[in-house]
């Protein structure tokens, strides 16, 4: 199914294209938009306002369902970037300019159209402030740890969450501000940082991990695998370090 059969590619942020549809068992849900904003040229933030929903824990997701006229849908995983004491649903998307999904949602949709929307997902994945982490992630795998970071600060809990967060440059770092401002190693293997040269992530940009923390590694599926392994150089036990891919889907 070419992309240019779903609804964000025919009519612009036309909320009827967005087909509620049936909602199965399984808990499908019509969330309406409330914020866009493009942080970054190739990024939204969107924040939707999901009816009747279960409070998340940090690291867990939705997926969201689009339609097109003819019935063909397409569904893909997105994190959940805000904290349980957020009222809204924040989600951070990255478009792929091939993608099918992340192009309608990143360039289309717009504040008042609504979404199929399913979730919180994952059990595995997530972190409830209540011992100490370690996080690390790659380009848009950092959203799910945004959410780990701002429930440790709700919670008064900050000094149990320790984040290393890497991207090529600056620009292409979702919540770099807030990452930085948190006190957060941001690790560029494109551009020089004050306290950083240029380079891919490495053993030094992670701390002991000996003492056990649960560690907490998101990004594509290369990052995942290379940041996984240097948490076990760095001590980690394998057991306690969890892995989120953001691979291709669909
Ligand atoms: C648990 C989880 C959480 C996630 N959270 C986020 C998040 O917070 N933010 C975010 O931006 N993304 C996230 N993702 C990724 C997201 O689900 C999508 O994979 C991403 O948005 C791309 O979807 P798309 O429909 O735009 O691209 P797709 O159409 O799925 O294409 C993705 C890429 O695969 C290529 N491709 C597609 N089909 C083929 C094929 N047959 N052969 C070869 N290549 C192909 C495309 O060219 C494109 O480069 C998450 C994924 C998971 C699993």
Do not use: K, N
Not at 44 to 49: K, N, S, T
Not at 110 to 127: M, N, S
Not at 190 to 219: N, S, W
């Amino acid at each position: 199914m070419p992309a240019s059969s779903l609804p964000g590619a025919t009519a612009g942020s036309d909320a009827a294209i967005l087909r509620p549809g049936r909602a199965p068992a399984g808990g499908w849900r019509t969330a309406t938009v409330r914020e866009v904003a493009h942080p970054t040229p190739r990024t939204a933030m969107i924040r939707l306002d999901v009816p009747a929903r279960v409070d998340h824990l940090p690291g867990q997701h939705y997926v969201v369902r689009l339609t097109a006229p003819d019935g063909y849908t397409a569904s893909r995983s997105y994190s959940v970037a805000s904290p349980p004491s957020d009222p809204l649903i924040e989600l951070l998307v990255e478009r792929l300019d091939d993608g099918e999904v992340s192009g309608f949602l990143a360039d289309v949709l717009a504040p008042g159209d609504t979404l199929e929307v399913r979730g919180p997902i994952g059990g595995w994945f997530v972190w409830d402030a209540d011992r100490p982490a370690v996080a690390v992630g790659g380009g848009t795998g950092v959203v799910p740890l945004v959410a780990m970071l701002r429930h440790a600060r709700d919670r008064g809990r900050p000094e149990l969450f320790t984040m290393v967060a890497a991207a090529g440059r600056w620009a292409d770092l979702p919540y770099a501000e807030e990452l930085a401002a948190a006190g957060a190693r941001i690790v560029l293997s494109r551009e020089d940082r004050p306290e950083r040269p240029a380079g891919r992530i490495g053993l030094d940009d992670l701390p002991d991990l000996t003492a056990g923390p649960t560690v907490f590694v998101c990004g594509s599926a290369a990052f995942a695998e290379a940041a996984s392994s240097l948490a076990v150089r760095a001590g980690a036990d394998e057991d306690s370090v969890r892995v989120e891919r953001f691979g291709p889907s669909g």
